[in-house]
């Protein structure tokens, strides 16, 4: 599959993606991307974020593909799980681990617990060795629960513009070639 003939929905995290995020320079560098806005990006409300990215979905007119990053991960989980036969792929960045999301009282306690079903759909799931919001024990076990391939992008913290990783050039190389297998 290229890019083009993809619906690309890219699903943010806690406090959205910034101006030098990956995603937002995803979505300006990808024709069929778009960045799935969120009513509060700093205080998320379970429900809502759901009903937004159902709403992007039942909206795409082609395969829908989601790029997520962080609890924008999880969301896609919850939304994969109520099911969505558009979902064509997953390709999910520093999803935080159920202790990470409970220590952040910002967040809606209703993103717990994480759903841990098979995904309907292929999915690649990039983590960190030194993510401070995501154990690589948790990652892995994850990546294993939902059928998703693991890449281990190493000590690279959060994966994000704070950890040093605005373009990232490596990730957007990986996305081209799992659009690839698809």
Same mark, same amino acid.
């Given at each position: ?13 806690? @406090? @959205? ?148 990783? @605005?373009?990232?050039?490596? @990730? ?11």
């Amino acid at each position: 599959m290229r890019a083009a003939d993809a619906d690309i929905l890219i699903l943010p995290g806690l @406090g @959205g993606s910034g101006l030098e995020h990956w995603q937002t320079r995803w979505a300006k560098k990808l024709s069929t991307a778009r960045c799935v806005a969120q009513a509060d990006f700093d205080a998320p409300r379970f429900p809502d974020w759901i009903e937004s990215i159902e709403r992007e979905i039942a909206a795409a007119t082609r395969p829908v593909v989601l790029v997520t990053h962080s609890l924008g991960g999880i969301a896609a989980l919850h939304v994969a799980a109520r099911g969505s036969d558009k979902i064509a792929a997953g390709f999910l960045v520093a999803p935080p681990s159920e202790r990470a999301i409970a220590e952040l009282t910002a967040i809606d306690p209703a993103f717990l617990p994480i759903p841990r079903e098979r995904l309907r759909f292929p999915a690649l799931l990039v983590a960190s060795s030194d993510d401070p919001n995501a154990e690589a024990d948790f990652s892995r076990v994850l990546a294993q629960d939902i059928g998703a391939e693991l890449v281990d992008a190493g000590a690279a913290g959060h994966i994000n513009a704070d950890s040093g990783h @605005g373009p990232w050039p490596e @990730g957007s190389l990986r996305f081209a070639g799992f659009l690839s297998k698809l």
